[in-house]
């Protein structure tokens, strides 16, 4: 019987001996060695931090990773280049912090605001006329009249007394919005605020308007100018009206109980006085066919009287002076029934001993309204749309 076998000392013959068995803290036990093997950090730490591999030592010390990642995590997040990189959506902390302790003012900023102009304030031809100029002059104690007007010499002299005291305006800045109207016509008419005896269907391109017999002389303005001396540029400016009644002349006095007049001035302008009466002003009047040119006495024989029926139209090119000191151009014409019936140029000579001609508004350094002046019982049409024109400029 054969002795009992005793394998020899060491390991048996098939195992290397350069091979070592080496765990780590918190290895996994025995039976999970290839879940062990591909633990991230295991060789990385081996080999950085005893600087060979663990193949190389005989018995490699027990190794417990440090917490947080390994360095590599954030060297590799510096050599990322910076197109890679996204940041968290929404604003930082400190934006939201800040947000929190200031609530901005409503509206644009301060910076906004200067850049840009204001939008000017709608055109009031009436906005810078006094209260008590609104309204008719109380009846005169005298009863002289100028030759061919109806109004006394004492409602001229408070006229003359109120354009001294109101000089005329700065040409105004006007919106885009304006000027889109002024070329399309699509300009109104307006009374004298708290005027009374009349009775004004106004829109965009004209108005109809009825008076009274008690209507005293009264002037209606465009709510637009037709020439605005922001643009500095020659233009022709022109509007039409329709008579439809008129009143009659006196035959014993052989004035008109009733009166209408057209024309042009630049503003302000006392209410209470037809157009070609004041400074600035130029009218055509239909009760004696004669023009006035800032004339308060009788003006000069122009035309025949308007009719019932007549369409009746009156125009202006003005050609401003083109550099300072230059002269201007303003020929004036005047139209029936859709054909030229007469004109004259703003400039001509007048008589130095005569009083007015002050034409200095209408020479194309100030805005121009169409103005309309009526008195008694009246009736009439005014057209600012050159569609609904019988002439055609």
């Known amino acids: 019987?054969?002795?009992?076998?005793?394998?020899?000392?060491?390991?048996?013959?098939?195992?290397?001996?350069?091979?070592?068995h080496v765990q780590f803290a918190g290895s996994p036990p025995s039976g999970r060695s290839e879940i062990a093997s591909n633990y991230p950090f295991r060789n990385?730490?081996?080999s950085s931090s005893q600087g060979q591999h663990p193949s190389e030592s005989d018995a490699p010390p027990a190794y417990e990773a440090p917490p947080g990642p390994p360095p590599s995590w954030h060297s590799e997040k510096k050599q990322q280049p910076d197109s890679e990189y996204l940041p968290p959506p929404g604003p930082p902390p400190s934006h939201m912090n800040k947000t929190k302790e200031y609530i901005?003012?409503?509206?644009?900023?301060?910076?906004?605001?200067?850049?840009?102009?204001?939008?000017?304030?709608?055109?009031?031809?009436?906005?810078?006329?006094?209260?008590?100029?609104?309204?008719?002059?109380?009846?005169?104690?005298?009863d002289a009249r100028s030759p061919t007007a109806n109004a006394t010499w004492d409602d001229a002299a408070r006229a003359h007394a109120w354009t001294n005291q109101n000089p005329l305006w700065r040409p105004?800045?006007?919106?885009?919005?304006t000027f889109t109207r002024i070329a399309s016509?699509?300009?109104?008419?307006?009374?004298?605020?708290?005027?009374?005896?009349?009775?004004?269907?106004?829109?965009?391109?004209?108005?109809t308007v009825q008076t009274s017999p008690k209507c005293s002389d009264t002037i209606f303005l465009s709510d637009l100018p037709l020439y605005t001396a922001q643009t500095g540029t020659?233009?022709?400016?022109?509007?039409?009206?329709?008579?439809?009644?008129?009143?009659?002349?006196?035959?014993?006095?052989?004035?008109?109980?009733?009166?209408?007049?057209?024309?042009?001035?630049?503003?302000?302008?006392?209410?209470?006085?037809?157009?070609?009466?004041?400074?600035?002003?130029?009218?055509?009047?239909?009760?004696?066919?004669?023009?006035?040119?800032?004339?308060?006495?009788?003006?000069?024989?122009f035309v025949s009287a308007f009719r019932a029926g007549d369409v009746v139209g009156i125009g202006m090119m003005l050609s401003p002076p083109q550099f300072a000191g230059g002269k201007s151009g303003a020929e004036v014409f005047f139209t029936r029934n859709g054909k030229k019936e007469g004109g004259f140029n703003l400039h001509e000579e007048r008589d130095s001993a005569e009083e007015g001609?002050?034409?200095t508004g209408l020479e194309g350094r100030n805005d121009i309204l169409a103005a309309v002046g009526c008195f008694g019982g009246v009736e009439f049409e005014v057209r600012f749309r050159k569609e609904e024109w019988k002439f055609r400029p």
């Open 172 to 177: 105004q800045q006007h919106s885009p919005q």
């Open 44 to 46: 990385a730490h081996a």
């Open 357 to 359: 001609g002050d034409v």
């Open 234 to 301: 020659p233009k022709k400016i022109y509007f039409e009206l329709k008579v439809v009644s008129m009143g009659h002349i006196d035959r014993n006095t052989g004035e008109s109980n009733a009166g209408i007049a057209i024309g042009f001035l630049a503003p302000p302008y006392p209410a209470w006085r037809l157009p070609g009466w004041e400074r600035s002003s130029i009218g055509v009047h239909g009760d004696d066919g004669r023009r006035y040119v800032d004339d308060s006495e009788g003006g000069i024989d």
């Open 1 to 20: 019987m054969s002795e009992k076998y005793q394998p020899p000392a060491g390991p048996p013959p098939n195992r290397s001996t350069n091979q070592h």
């Open 185 to 207: 016509g699509r300009i109104g008419l307006t009374a004298p605020p708290n005027t009374k005896n009349i009775h004004l269907e106004a829109n965009l391109g004209g108005a």
């Open 104 to 142: 901005a003012p409503p509206g644009p900023p301060p910076s906004h605001s200067a850049a840009s102009e204001p939008e000017p304030p709608p055109y009031d031809p009436w906005m810078s006329v006094p209260d008590n100029a609104l309204l008719p002059p109380p009846p005169s104690i005298k």
